[in-house]
T-cell receptor, first 115, second 112 residues
Framework: ETGVTQTPRHLVMGMTNKKSLKCEQH?????MYWYKQSAKKPLELMFV???????ENNSVPSRFSPECPNSSHLFLHLHTLQPEDSALYLC??????????????FGQGTRLTVV | KNQVEQSPQSLIILEGKNCTLQ??????????LRWYKQDTGRGPVSLTI?????NTKSNGRYTATLDADTKQSSLHITASQLSDSASYIC???????????FGTGTSLTVIP
């Protein structure tokens, strides 16, 4: 276990549904991330939260809405998704900054299927 | 443009054999480079992390090298085991901001 926990592990939702993915870390990190991993593609950085403030949004569609209520919890709210949004969604956390000691720790991911 | 490229895309080797995976990057300014192992359907797990001044780093049967001048890294796996079957991802971190750049990974299959 990496210390980063994601729930649920699997999720099947219709295009009109609203659901949320949850990520929790107790590593004392102050930065958290959402990534999307589609088949045969590199990890796509979706959102970065550093010190609980969103500092970067890689032009992700508005049907994905992140929330970071505190440094230990991160949510990804989903609504009116498309089938092409089906993917593995990974949460990661790290210490903000660069250099040693800022390694990212990943959760196990949520396998999302949009039908 | 900041990019990370890995080769080969996929690799099949016999159990007990050695193999080497390659990573080339154009990320600048460079902070550090990590190799991750990702089992199917699970999150990546860190194998090694290397900064600018480090040339070689070992973690058990995994040995990573870094040439910051040519912007190349390799991951060498010795005496492969069936459990080494996974995707190996090279990740380069820029020295500005919380930005990670991911390679597409090398899919390794170890067969008995």
């Amino acid at each position: 276990e990496t210390g980063v926990t994601q729930t649920p592990r699997h999720l099947v939702m219709g295009m009109t549904n609203k659901k949320s993915l949850k990520c929790e870390q107790h590593l004392g990190h102050n930065a958290m991330y959402w990534y999307k991993q589609s088949a045969k593609k590199p990890l796509e950085l979706m959102f970065v939260y550093s010190l609980e403030e969103r500092v970067e949004n890689n032009s992700v569609p508005s049907r994905f809405s992140p929330e970071c209520p505190n440094s230990s919890h991160l949510f990804l709210h989903l609504h009116t998704l498309q089938p092409e949004d089906s993917a593995l969604y990974l949460c990661a956390s790290s210490q903000a900054g660069t250099g040693r000691g800022t390694e990212a720790f990943f959760g196990q991911g949520t396998r999302l299927t949009v039908v | 443009k900041n990019q990370v490229e890995q080769s080969p895309q996929s690799l099949i080797i016999l159990e007990g054999k050695n193999c080497t995976l390659q990573c080339n990057y154009t990320v600048s300014p460079f902070s550090n480079l990590r190799w991750y192992k990702q089992d199917t359907g699970r999150g990546p797990v860190s194998l090694t992390i290397m900064t600018f001044s480090e040339n070689t780093k070992s973690n058990g049967r995994y040995t990573a090298t870094l040439d910051a001048d040519t912007k190349q890294s390799s991951l060498h796996i010795t005496a492969s085991q069936l459990s080494d079957s996974a995707s190996y991802i090279c990740v380069v971190r820029s020295n500005t901001g919380n930005q990670f750049y991911f390679g597409t990974g090398t899919s390794l299959t170890v067969i008995p």
